[in-house]
């Protein structure tokens, strides 16, 4: 065989896969076994014939064996089968025997369930001159017939012929079953994405269907201009300790660089220039053919697949079809493999990305979530699943207003539209009552979502709860003006107190001598009257504005309101006013004057009764709560108080001046418009918070929060 060299077509390949090589592959059949003399069994009654017959052929080079019967003959073909594992190349079969017939020996080869017995090749022996017997010979399934006396070379010619064909047949069967493992094997590196596995599947296969000593794969590694064995599959040595190849030399180094195939015999090998023994074969080796072919994923070649020794003479040009499928085959898998294993490294790498993000966003203290075009929910943040008290993977692909507020349409208040149409950001503000009956405010933002897809438009959108802040706004603008007007009393107070003082004295004196029955004693006693009621305003002043002494001790804040419902008990049963209390007694302390919190209950509850009073309402109610407030961001626990009324409540426009001095909405002369004043300034130099929410007509709320401290807190504090 001459040996060659032929140009290597790049190709492309696209293939899918799944997860793994399975651990065992389907076994390859057999080879034909070494060309050995052809076997052929004589069945004769005559032994003279037999005798003969097995006599020539012997000296053509044949094996031969002789069978008296039809029965021995059936016997001999079994025992040669089953029993020595040579089975009978053809059989010279006489048509007439007895006992046993060549008819019957025939059709029992034929019925028979092993092809290799039901195909033997079987030519009849008939001494017949009529044509009828001949036709029913090969109708039984004869190949062949030879008529008695037969011309000695005209039946070695038949002989050879079928030996011939019987040869062909196995030889295409063989390769009909190396095609049919190739295919397996083909399919198997498709379904893996395993790049080792796949490379040692195919030397490991490729050494059997090819029946050859070793087979080796070889990677070029273009950065350091060496090509490196990464499999041998027979080989006393591994593929750790094969000399790295320089780029470019050897038959593997032409492989690699052209891209070509090889396919060379012993001779071809002595005589190729390109052929380097220390690295174009692996060590302890005795190269006796070689065969070589490149490798190509993605374009370019990427391994060098190499087969050496032949078991059974050289290589062929069907095993060079063979390797050179196997390696379409192998680079089709190795690109996908590649493919696939990128593809993942990108999906692991955008899911680490995504779920990063989401801890992000679940660490952000304000209710965020992700819609699309439809209102459909993409994302949802753990506060706001935390906020509704449901799991936020239950609420993904439900309409948010759906979700959220059990809506059938968008919101009324919502402007997510302008951002998903128009794709602007919005900002509005939303307000309502909480289950606890207290004002809720909240900052809505959307922002809108870049896509690359058109008619996909989606948004984020952030709650931000401002009611803390807005109640803090509040109190800081009324802690402003209490101060303001605080130092404007201070000095107001001095200024009137001195003369005040002296008209109360001078009226008390006049009205000491002044008959009763007298004229002037009704003007002096109206004077001393308003002067004593002036004295009061002035004290109330004094006191409102004066740093007032605090002596803080830890105390049952229940307590303290019930000690305030004694004092006025009978106030309030006078005026037909109902009570309703929740004052559970497991509520956290609170650092407080005892004597001056009950002063600000008292006068919040006497606030409430003239309420309902001055307009008198049918069935009045009072109830106070106290309960754990709702946390806000950088607040401790918080003890809350709330004194509601069912009066007629009150207007907006009083409602944002009733903690300041002097302002009241009750008739003259039935307040001095510092009692709620004093109260702000009572809790607020407790660190605490007041304030008022009403709805007209539908009464009002107070609502006064404390911190709260743990019971074994005993420590006084003054302020």
């Not at 190349?89 to 028979?112: A, N, T």
């Not at 008959?515 to 004094?542: M, N, S, T, Y």
């Amino acid at each position: 065989m001459t040996g060659f060299a032929r140009p290597w077509p790049t190709i492309g390949h696209r293939l899918e896969s799944v997860e793994t090589i399975p651990k065992k592959t389907a076994k390859l059949p057999a080879l034909p076994k070494e060309i050995r003399p052809a076997h052929i069994l004589i069945v004769d009654d005559e032994p003279q014939i037999a005798e003969s017959l097995a006599d020539f052929l012997g000296r053509q080079g044949h094996l031969t064996s002789i069978a008296y019967s039809g029965r021995e003959a059936f016997d001999f073909l079994q025992d040669a089968l089953y029993e020595q594992g040579e089975p009978v190349d053809l059989v010279l079969l006489d048509m007439r025997m007895p006992e046993m017939p060549g008819f019957e020996v025939l059709k029992q080869l034929r019925d028979h369930q092993d092809p290799d017995l039901k195909f033997t090749r079987v030519i009849m022996l008939t001494a017949a001159t009529g044509h009828q017997e001949k036709i029913d010979a090969l109708n039984a399934g004869a190949d062949d017939y030879i008529t008695k006396p037969y011309q000695p070379q005209e039946l070695l010619a038949r002989v050879r012929t079928l030996l011939r064909t019987q040869q062909l047949e196995k030889l295409l069967q063989h390769q009909r079953q190396q095609l049919a493992h190739l295919n397996r094997i083909g399919q198997e590196m498709a379904m893996s994405h395993d790049v080792r596995g796949i490379m040692r599947l195919a030397v490991r296969e490729a050494r059997k269907f090819l029946d050859c000593e070793v087979v080796g794969l070889f990677v070029p590694n273009k950065a350091k201009q060496r090509i490196l064995c990464q499999h041998l599959s027979g080989a006393a040595v591994g593929a750790d300790h094969y000399p790295a190849i320089p780029m470019d030399q050897g038959i593997i180094g032409q492989t690699a660089r052209k891209p070509a195939v090889y396919r060379l015999g012993e001779a071809d090998l002595a005589l190729d220039k390109n052929f380097v023994r220390e690295t174009d074969v692996p060590p302890k080796i005795t190269p006796r053919s070689l065969m070589s072919v490149p490798v190509i994923a993605v374009g370019h070649t990427w391994a060098v697949l190499v087969a050496y020794n032949k078991r059974q003479g050289n290589f062929s040009e069907f095993d060079l079809d063979l390797i050179a499928s196997l390696s379409t085959f192998l680079g089709g898998a190795a690109e996908n493999a590649y493919l696939v294993q990128n593809l993942r490294a990108r999906q692991q790498e955008l899911l680490d990305n995504r779920n990063s993000l989401q801890a992000i966003i679940d660490g952000i203290l304000h209710p965020i979530y992700t819609i699309d075009d439809r209102w459909q929910l993409v994302a949802v943040n753990e506060n706001k699943g935390q906020e509704l008290e449901r799991e936020p993977a239950a609420m993904i692909g439900q309409p948010c207003y759906r979700a959220f507020f059990g809506r059938t349409t968008p919101c009324d208040h919502c402007h997510a539209a302008e951002t998903l149409t128009g794709g602007t950001s919005q900002t509005w503000s939303v307000q309502w009552l909480g289950e606890d009956r207290l004002p809720r405010e909240w900052d809505v933002n959307s922002y809108p979502i870049p896509g690359q897809r058109s008619g996909s438009a989606s948004a984020v959108v952030v709650w931000q709860d401002r009611t803390e802040e807005r109640r803090l706004e509040r109190s800081l603008l009324q802690a402003g003006k209490l101060a303001a007007i605080g130092q404007l009393a201070a000095g107001v107070a001095h200024e009137i107190n001195n003369p005040l003082t002296a008209i109360n004295a001078n009226a008390e004196m006049m009205r000491m001598v002044i008959p009763k029955d007298d004229d002037q004693f009704e003007a002096v006693d109206l004077i001393l009257r308003a002067g004593q009621r002036a004295a009061k305003v002035v004290r109330g002043l004094l006191d409102f504005a004066r740093e007032r002494q605090y002596t803080f001790i830890p105390l049952n804040i229940t307590d303290t309101i019930e000690q305030a419902l004694e004092l006025v008990a009978y106030q309030l049963h006078a005026a037909n006013v109902t009570i309703k209390k929740d004052l559970p007694a497991e509520l956290p302390w609170v650092m407080a004057s005892s004597e001056h919190v009950k002063s600000v209950w008292i006068n919040l509850m006497i606030n409430a009764r003239d309420a309902m009073r001055d307009a008198e309402t049918e069935e009045p109610i009072l109830e106070i709560i106290a309960r754990l407030a709702q946390p806000f961001p950088n607040t401790g626990q918080q003890v809350e108080i709330l004194v509601r009324d069912n009066g007629p409540g009150i207007p907006p426009a009083e409602a944002a001046h009733i903690f300041e001095p002097f302002y009241t909405t009750k008739d003259p002369g039935k307040g001095t418009g510092l009692g709620l004043a004093t109260c702000h300034r009572i809790i607020e130099q407790h660190g605490g918070l007041i304030e008022m929410i009403s709805t007209p007509g539908r009464g009002a709320t107070f609502v006064v929060r404390l911190p709260a401290v743990e019971k074994k807190t005993h420590r006084r504090r003054s302020a």
